[in-house]
């Protein structure tokens, strides 16, 4: 099981994962990260925001999948995220999980199940 980009998508700004005819899907990374400027240089700094951010929606995403699914069925990739103690400048660090099995012989991956 797993989780598809419009179920994502419901947990970020709209337009943030769209389809593009000759790409596919695609993801808009000043959306997702939610800067007011395109990022469009690949020198562009921001992929640790980005990837939070992204893993935070598939978290969400997952939170909502799950509460129509029966236990055993239940999504169990995208952790809720951990918060360190507050340093005296106001800092925390955030951190989230993915957990996938693999299935050997090809090397798909899926959501593992609880």
């Given at each position: 099981m797993d989780l598809t980009f419009a179920e994502v998508l419901a947990a970020l700004v709209p337009d943030a994962i769209f389809v593009d005819g000759s790409k596919g899907v695609c993801i808009d990374v000043s959306k997702v990260s939610g800067e007011?400027?395109?990022l469009n240089l690949l020198s562009n700094i921001g992929v640790v925001e980005f990837t939070y951010k992204l893993l935070d929606a598939c978290n969400k995403a997952q939170i909502t999948k799950n509460s129509n699914?029966?236990?055993g069925s239940k999504l169990n990739a995208f952790s809720n995220p951990s918060w360190s103690t507050p340093t005296n400048v106001g800092t925390v660090i955030g951190t989230h999980q993915v957990r996938a099995q693999f299935t050997v012989s090809t090397a798909?991956?899926?959501?593992?199940?609880?």
């Amino acid at each position: 099981m797993d989780l598809t980009f419009a179920e994502v998508l419901a947990a970020l700004v709209p337009d943030a994962i769209f389809v593009d005819g000759s790409k596919g899907v695609c993801i808009d990374v000043s959306k997702v990260s939610g800067e007011s400027s395109n990022l469009n240089l690949l020198s562009n700094i921001g992929v640790v925001e980005f990837t939070y951010k992204l893993l935070d929606a598939c978290n969400k995403a997952q939170i909502t999948k799950n509460s129509n699914l029966p236990t055993g069925s239940k999504l169990n990739a995208f952790s809720n995220p951990s918060w360190s103690t507050p340093t005296n400048v106001g800092t925390v660090i955030g951190t989230h999980q993915v957990r996938a099995q693999f299935t050997v012989s090809t090397a798909v991956a899926t959501a593992p199940l609880v």
